[in-house]
């Protein structure tokens, strides 16, 4: 029998400082520019074609998406906050 019980080993705190997961582009918001990934600005949404116009801050490129690229089959999918 031992004088001093051992510790028992305790979960140390761990901080992860990884980069997280990019994030899924969604319908309805700003997605990066295709040519140069800069930052796009969402100009119009064509409610009725479905489709999404938008402009690179950085290189000027003009852009388009269309809700089906994003896979959305459903309009409940859409605009979910």
């Not at 990884?18 to 309805?28: D, I």
Request: charged residues 30%; aromatic residues 12%.
């Amino acid at each position: 029998m031992a004088l001093f019980s051992r510790k028992k080993a305790e979960a140390e705190d761990v901080i992860d400082l990884r980069q997280p997961e990019p994030v899924k582009a969604q319908w309805g918001s700003p997605v990066p520019c295709p040519s140069c990934s800069g930052r796009g600005y969402l100009d119009h949404i064509d409610p009725y074609k479905e489709i999404m116009f938008l402009h690179c801050t950085e290189c000027g490129n003009k852009y388009e998406f269309t809700k089906a690229e994003f896979g959305i089959d459903d309009s409940s999918d859409a605009f979910t906050l």
